[in-house]
């Protein structure tokens, strides 16, 4: 029986998958990209993982309701805040966005037992030139991205206070650092950006047989996504930030950061070498011993495995 809730799709029918991973990689691009299948949903950021959390917190011990709700209550007003929010979308298949899922794959794995995350990751020195362009983009607006007039002086400080544990940058690199050695580990695929660019059309044949979904034929050179108006209810003073090139190709161009400060960032790629972890990795390798501060065009080469056996 069709659940009315669920038009045109049933409860038990309906499967979630995540995307998460580190900011300026590609989750806008690959969200864009997965929509394009009529059978998916897939957006920016979702206010569930803040609700998630906000949930959990409201019933842990300390709480004068921790000792009223039982585990088994708690998973289901869980999942009850996906199922609830998206009521109203007809796909079969949802995709959640949100760069938190990483450091709450415990919690979600039992609620969604076969469901598996795509995380998007990038050379964490590109990802700094990503968000200095679009800080110098936007010279007349203090971006609230800072907390002090100190932190927005200069790209040294800028990046610094990025890279934080509890930052932009940093916060999402410990999370997924910490998932790729968790007990769900198999449950993720770490997609590496200049690939996905590269060589679209193998990725996502990986990322499907990954998830388990019937394969789709999606059309790389016209990816329609734009959200202007998502962007300035950030509050954030940064325009673009989910807005993606029409055509998936590489876009070669040198690195506006000074060349200390790219090599310093350039050496967080972990998932390159990931002893013992059960992490599935689509990854560009870069060659040996070099930093490259132009980005790649056309060199990449592809693994698809977990680490160990």
Known sequence: MTDPTLPGASRQNRRFHFISGLPRSGSTLTAGLLKQNPNFHAGMSSPIASLF???ISQVSAGTELSSTVTQEQRRRLLRGLFE???ADYPEEVIFDTNRAWTANLSALMQIFPE??????VRDVSWIMDSMERQFRNNPFEHTRLFNSPSERSTVYTRTE????ADRLVGY???????AC???????IVIVEYDLLVDRPVEVFKLIYDFLGEEPYTHDFGNVDYDAPEFDAGLGLGLDGLHRVHKEVKPQPRKTILPPDLFERYATMAFWHDLPESRAFRIVAQPPEGEQQQTMPEGAASMQEKPAVP
């Not at 999402?172 to 910490?178: Q, S």
């Open 53 to 55: 959390d906000a949930m």
């Open 84 to 86: 609830s929010y998206y």
């Open 115 to 120: 469901a598996k995350v795509i995380c998007l």
């Open 161 to 164: 206070a990025m890279a934080g």
């Open 172 to 178: 999402p690199w410990h999370a997924l650092r910490e």
């Open 181 to 187: 050695y968790s007990d769900f580990a198999e449950r």
